[in-house]
């Protein structure tokens, strides 16, 4: 049962436009989420998290946003660079207590190529 | 530098062999994990520990073994019961803290392939 789904496996945008990936998730109990930027044959890095008392957080040219009704989040990278190709991982967690605490649900990530 | 070192990068296996994956961490972190990364499928967690001298199972467990004797290193040993070991592993830990979670770091993984 995959909890945490990025439906598009692959997404190309022009640079200077703006680049949404998407994710949604199915288990209510996730309240903290994260993105994550993967080269090939490297680990990923933590790029944005938002906590599930927020709808929004931003760093700069990433935006993380967070709709709880519809279980749905989204990284909007404005504008896009070619440095920016890679691939996006989405991660959910219950952030406290229990036997879940720290332990990440990955979505299969999303290939980003930004053409110059 | 602070960091999780992965070893090796490289690793061929023969059939009924087992291996052992190496996993170094100089952050002080308590937690460790390890994840499993197939084409289309993400990454898939195999084993964690929160604690020295504890582990769970992941969603994927079968036919790995872990251990954790000492707060810097995580191993992973690839059992000739894995059906189907030729994959990405990759290392992760993460501070324990009132938040818990302000992202993994995550090592340079080692790509395994049975031959």
């Known amino acids: 049962d995959q909890q945490v789904k990025q439906n598009s496996p692959s997404l190309s945008v022009q640079e200077g436009r703006i680049s949404i990936l998407n994710c949604d998730y199915t288990?209510?109990?996730?309240?903290?989420f994260l993105w994550y930027k993967k080269y090939p044959a490297e680990g990923p890095t933590f790029l944005i998290s938002?906590?599930?008392?927020?709808d929004k957080n931003e760093d700069g040219r990433f935006t993380v946003f967070l709709n709880k009704s519809a279980k749905h989040l989204s990284l909007h990278i404005v504008p896009s660079q070619p440095g920016d190709s890679a691939v996006y991982f989405c991660?959910?967690?219950?952030?406290?207590?229990?036997?879940?605490?720290?332990?990440?649900?990955f979505g299969q990530g999303t290939i980003l190529t930004v053409h110059p | 530098d602070g960091g999780i070192t992965q070893s090796p990068k490289y690793l061929f296996r023969k059939e009924g062999q087992n291996v052992t994956l190496s996993c170094e961490q100089n952050?002080?972190?308590?937690?460790m994990y390890w994840y499993r990364q197939d084409p289309g499928q993400g990454l898939r967690l195999i084993y964690y520990?929160?604690?020295?001298?504890?582990?769970q199972k992941g969603d994927i467990a079968e036919g790995y073994s872990v251990s954790r004797e000492k707060k810097e290193s995580f191993p992973l040993t690839v059992t000739s019961a894995q059906k189907n070991p030729t994959a990405f592993y990759l290392c992760a830990s993460t501070q324990r803290g009132v938040r818990g979670i302000d992202g993994y770091t995550f090592g340079s993984g080692t790509r395994l392939t049975v031959v």
């Open positions: 520990s929160q604690i020295v001298n504890d582990f």
């Open positions: 952050l002080n972190h308590d937690a």
């Open positions: 991660a959910a967690s219950i952030a406290a207590g229990g036997t879940s605490y720290g332990k990440l649900t």
């Open positions: 938002i906590s599930s008392i927020k």
């Open positions: 288990n209510s109990m996730f309240d903290y």
